[in-house]
């Protein structure tokens, strides 16, 4: 499924909360995203009609099993995009963020794939190289 990079962030955001909080909130994600309560409430409205969370989120945000599995799978794909811009091209930290966002968003899957491959090998050679300096 190619989502907008708004619908990424959003996606994203529910992901990560849902973790630490027993019940995420329109405004829980308004606070993490610095957004407005009417804005998140417009997004998730696209994301019900994509069922990604359960229609009913006016009292909590609720993934649906489909929402988790895409989250779940563009999580492990933004961490390994972020890594990209922040260790490889130095990055500040929300400008990789938002440039992780952007390149999900942007470009084909099979392309994400193929760099998170690069990356993955990249910070592999890098730990290995410094664990044998220190030997």
Same mark, same amino acid.
């Given at each position: 499924m190619k989502l907008c990079a708004g619908?990424? $962030?959003?996606?994203l955001t529910v992901y990560e909360l849902s973790k630490t909080l027993k019940t995420v909130r329109s405004v829980d994600i308004a606070n993490s995203l610095s957004v407005t309560r009417p804005s998140v &409430? $417009? =997004?998730?409205k696209? =994301?019900?009609?994509? !069922?990604?969370? $359960?229609?009913?989120?006016? &009292?909590?945000v609720v993934l649906t099993d489909l929402g988790k599995e895409t989250a779940k799978n563009l999580s492990v794909n933004f961490n390994t995009i972020n890594i990209f811009f922040t260790e490889i091209l130095?990055?500040? !930290?929300r400008s990789a963020y938002e440039q992780s966002i952007l390149f999900l968003a942007s470009f084909p899957e099979s392309t994400v794939e193929k760099l998170s491959a690069i990356t993955r090998n990249t910070i592999k050679k890098r730990h290995k190289s410094l664990? !044998?300096?220190?030997i």
């Amino acid at each position: 499924m190619k989502l907008c990079a708004g619908q990424y $962030k959003y996606l994203l955001t529910v992901y990560e909360l849902s973790k630490t909080l027993k019940t995420v909130r329109s405004v829980d994600i308004a606070n993490s995203l610095s957004v407005t309560r009417p804005s998140v &409430s $417009k =997004m998730l409205k696209c =994301m019900s009609r994509l !069922e990604l969370i $359960k229609p009913d989120y006016a &009292s909590s945000v609720v993934l649906t099993d489909l929402g988790k599995e895409t989250a779940k799978n563009l999580s492990v794909n933004f961490n390994t995009i972020n890594i990209f811009f922040t260790e490889i091209l130095k990055l500040d !930290e929300r400008s990789a963020y938002e440039q992780s966002i952007l390149f999900l968003a942007s470009f084909p899957e099979s392309t994400v794939e193929k760099l998170s491959a690069i990356t993955r090998n990249t910070i592999k050679k890098r730990h290995k190289s410094l664990l !044998e300096n220190k030997i």
